[in-house]
């Protein structure tokens, strides 16, 4: 009897694997363990050894939970941005240093009297012109992304240092300031959780009914409703939490926007599915006629997007511009291994723009889970490297096994 609970229990299991849904399960099993140890385990086991100290368990509280999203918020936009490069098998090194100059140039802008709505406009588009710039390199000069990103890196960084002589800059702008202040009020934040999960609710139903009337083979009516249950608890839980403390900021709202808008792109449109196409194998989307320049163009101009998004989120939450911030920090390798993390792969065709959320999440949580529990900055990088080592190799063994098969 036992045998065959347990054969039913692994038979459900990989059919929810085989799901989109079951591509988050990994990480969020890591996210879950992450949270656990540092939440539950660490406290207990502080209590036990006579070393317990307060801050030390207060992970799981809502103030820290409200700000480890608002401390993963710049981490995630630019993962989000990278991610669309990883599904074509390319990278992107300069994604921190086009938000520094972004956000530099929106220093600036403001302080010279440009409205705050207007400046953010502009550094959007400039990122968008700064991303697209190293992409035509790729693309159309055939110079690999490593190359001609890495020379990115060290130009932004150069030209954020020539915008920011002193290395800092205060922003000011209400405006600005107010994309990380503004908080929705409780019971707004509850409607828009309860009419997220209402859409995405509707939206699986509607393509198992799609399914149904084209003949073609349905989901699992277990996997499906574990998914629409799953992804309502997680929502209502965190939106709960978050009131718990303050608010929903509008700071999350905008980035889960950017991010299910990047989503609908890359899995909904032609042109999201000519991303996966050439990232699984560009020269058989080549045969059949994709332009395959114009999606590595493309492609890198939505990093740049979400590189100025990022820097406009980063300077709203601190108030400030600093090179160290965006150029001299680890925001560049935090974000690719959040993108890595979260699922990426780093071989092209596989992984979603939700992962990267999730994984910056993880770096979020880990970073943020040593702080508290005492652990140096070498401890923080080596456990953030491991991580990041694993990540990649469960990547490459399941490629292997994929491709072995």
């Not at 480890?68 to 074509?88: D, E, K, P, R």
């Not at 802008?109 to 959007?124: E, K, N």
């Not at 493309?298 to 997007?305: D, E, K, Q, T």
């Amino acid at each position: 009897m036992q045998s065959e609970k347990k054969i039913k229990f692994l038979d459900r299991l990989s059919l929810l694997r085989e799901t989109q849904f079951g591509a988050f399960l990994p990480v969020l099993f890591a996210l879950t363990a992450i949270w656990g140890y540092f939440g539950l385990i660490l406290p207990i086991h502080d209590l036990i050894s006579g070393e317990a100290e307060n801050f030390r368990a207060i992970f799981l509280s809502p103030r820290n939970i409200y700000n480890l999203f608002m401390q993963s918020a710049v981490i995630a936009a630019l993962a989000v941005g990278i991610t669309v490069v990883l599904l074509l098998g390319e990278i992107d090194l300069s994604a921190a240093a086009t938000a520094g100059v972004c956000a530099a140039l929106l220093g600036v802008l403001v302080l010279a009297g440009v409205p705050g709505f207007i400046a953010c406009l502009i550094v959007i588009f400039v990122g968008i012109i700064m991303g697209a710039a190293q992409g035509l390199l790729v693309a159309y000069v055939g110079i690999p992304s490593f190359v001609v990103t890495l020379a990115g890196l060290l130009g932004y960084q150069g030209l954020m240092q020539k915008i920011l002589p002193t290395g800092n800059l205060n922003v000011g702008d209400p405006f600005v300031r107010s994309i990380a202040r503004i908080l929705i009020p409780d019971i707004w934040g509850l409607i828009l959780a309860l009419f997220v999960f209402a859409l995405f609710l509707f939206t699986t139903l509607r393509k198992q009914f799609q399914r149904k009337s084209k003949g073609l083979e349905l989901d699992n009516n277990w996997t499906v409703w574990f998914q629409i249950l799953a992804f309502g608890l997680i929502v209502i839980s965190a939106v709960l939490t978050l009131n718990a403390y303050r608010s929903l900021p509008l700071l999350l709202v905008l980035l889960i926007a950017f991010t299910a808008f990047l989503d609908w792109i890359t899995r909904s449109t032609p042109y999201g599915r000519s991303i996966f196409a050439v990232g699984g194998n560009a020269e058989s989307a080549r045969r059949v006629g994709m332009k395959i320049k114009r999606i590595r163009v493309s492609a890198f101009a939505i990093v740049g997007l979400m590189a100025a998004i990022g820097g406009i989120f980063g300077a709203s939450r601190y108030g400030s511009v600093s090179y160290t911030a965006f150029a001299g920090g680890s925001l560049l390798l935090e974000a690719i291994g959040a993108a890595v993390i979260g699922g990426t792969s780093l071989f092209g065709g596989r992984g979603s723009v939700w992962n990267a959320i999730l994984g910056a999440l993880v770096i979020g949580s880990l970073g943020n889970g040593l702080d508290l529990s005492g652990a140096s900055a070498a401890d923080k990088l080596m456990v953030s490297g491991a991580i990041l080592l694993l990540a990649v190799a469960i990547d490459a063994l399941s490629r292997n096994s994929v491709g072995g098969r």
